[in-house]
């Protein structure tokens, strides 16, 4: 089965730069989509930015004009890069892979909490 391994996600000060990175590993037969999902305490998990293996982008509102997604579809990797950080941008930050995978055709990572003080 695929797996996700996250990182990046830590303790940041407002105003500063945050890089997360998502690596799926196993067999991938077909990359159709990565992307970041936050779930911010008490609140639902939400859509921060997708992209598709052909680089096509979404972005929630909140994330446009700070945040980048970008893909490396020989790696399988997908990252996502938050400038400005506000603390708002506070929460658990899940990665998702989908496509035609081994095993379920979505797969989610486990997380990394992402907390950003003023």
């Known amino acids: 089965q695929v797996q996700l391994v996250e990182s990046g996600g830590g303790l940041v000060q407002a105003g500063g730069t945050l890089t997360l990175s998502c690596a799926a590993s196993?067999?991938?037969?077909?990359?159709?989509?990565m992307g970041w999902y936050r779930q911010a305490p008490g609140k639902q998990r939400e859509l921060v930015a997708s992209?598709?293996?052909?680089?096509?982008?979404t972005y929630a509102d909140s994330a446009k004009g700070r945040i980048t997604i970008s893909i490396d579809n020989g790696k399988n990797t997908v990252s996502l890069q938050i400038k400005s950080l506000k603390p708002e941008d506070t929460g658990v930050y899940y990665c998702?892979?989908?496509?035609?995978?081994?095993?379920?055709?979505?797969?989610w990572g486990q997380g990394t909490q992402v907390t950003v003080s003023s």
């Open positions: 998702l892979v989908g496509g035609h995978l081994s095993g379920p055709n979505t797969v």
């Open positions: 196993g067999i991938i037969y077909r990359l159709d989509v």
């Open positions: 992209i598709t293996s052909g680089g096509s982008t």
